[in-house]
C-alpha cells in the first residue's frame, strides 16, 4: 500500500492563478480531509469528505474548492490563490469518518504564492 | 466547543531524561484524545489515542499518555529520551461530528546529548 500519497510537493504561485493538489488513497477508505498547517497554528481543517459524492466545508475553507468523485481521490482546488494560502497542505484519511477512527497523513504539499 | 492548548512551543530534554508535553482540551462532548509526531519535512504520524476504557494509553516509541478528565489533560511522556525523539509533537481532540480534529500549536523537542 502506497497509503496517502499528494502531488506535487513543493509549488509556486502568482497571485490570482489556480491550481489543484491533488490527494489519493488507496486503503479504501471512506473519510478524506484537508488541513492546512501554519506556523504557531497548528493544523486547520479545510474540507472533508465522508464518501464519494460528499463533501462539507471545514474551518476554514474559504478560497478553496473540492470534490469526491472516487472513494480514492479528494483534490483541493484554489481558483484564484492570494499570498495568504501560502502554507503547508496535508491531506488525510480515515476508515469511516468516525470519531475514534485514526487518520493517516500524506506528506504534505508547500505552496507559495507571490 | 472543541479546543487543544499546548503549553509550550518548545520543550528542550538531554538524552535519558524524561519527556513531558502537555495538553489540554476542550470539548462540548465525551473527548477522544490523539498524540501525533511529525518528523522533518514529512505527514504527521499518529503516536497513540484514546478513546474508552484505559485511562493510560500507551502508543509507540515507548511513548504513553494519561486522560485526566478532572483536569482536562492528556499529557504526553516518555521515561527516557532518544535523539530520535526530536520532532514536532501535536496534540487533537477529535470534533462532534465526523472524524475532523482540532490541533493544538504543536510542541517541538530538541534532544541534547
Known amino acids: 500500500n502506497a497509503g496517502v500519497t499528494q502531488t506535487p510537493k513543493f509549488q509556486v504561485l502568482k497571485t490570482g492563478q489556480s491550481m489543484t493538489l491533488q490527494c489519493a488513497q488507496d486503503?479504501?477508505?471512506?473519510?478524506m480531509s484537508w488541513y492546512r498547517q501554519d506556523p504557531g497554528m497548528g493544523l486547520r481543517l479545510i474540507h472533508y469528505s465522508v464518501g464519494a459524492g460528499i463533501t462539507d466545508q471545514g474551518e476554514v475553507p474559504n478560497g478553496y474548492n473540492v470534490s469526491r468523485s472516487t472513494t480514492e481521490d479528494f483534490p483541493l482546488r484554489l481558483l484564484s490563490a492570494a499570498p495568504s494560502q501560502t502554507s503547508v497542505y496535508f491531506c488525510a484519511s480515515s476508515y469511516s469518518g468516525a470519531r475514534t477512527d485514526t487518520q493517516y497523513f500524506g506528506p504534505g504539499t508547500r505552496l507559495t504564492v507571490l | 466547543a472543541q479546543s487543544v492548548t499546548q503549553l509550550g512551543s518548545h520543550v528542550s530534554v538531554s538524552e535519558g531524561a524524561l519527556v513531558l508535553l502537555r495538553c489540554n482540551y476542550s470539548?462540548?462532548?465525551?473527548?477522544?484524545l490523539f498524540w501525533y509526531v511529525q518528523y522533518p519535512n514529512q505527514g504527521l504520524q499518529l503516536l497513540l489515542k484514546y478513546t474508552t476504557g484505559a485511562t493510560l494509553v500507551k502508543g509507540i516509541n515507548g511513548f504513553e499518555a494519561e486522560f485526566k478528565k478532572s483536569e482536562t489533560s492528556f499529557h504526553l511522556t516518555k521515561p527516557s529520551a532518544h535523539m530520535s525523539d526530536a520532532a514536532e509533537y501535536f496534540c487533537?481532540?477529535?470534533?462532534?461530528?465526523?472524524?475532523?480534529?482540532?490541533f493544538g500549536t504543536g510542541t517541538r523537542l530538541t534532544v541534547i546529548p
Open positions: 486503503m479504501n477508505h471512506e473519510y
Open positions: 470539548s462540548s462532548v465525551p473527548p477522544y
Open positions: 487533537a481532540v477529535s470534533g462532534t461530528g465526523a472524524n475532523n480534529l482540532f
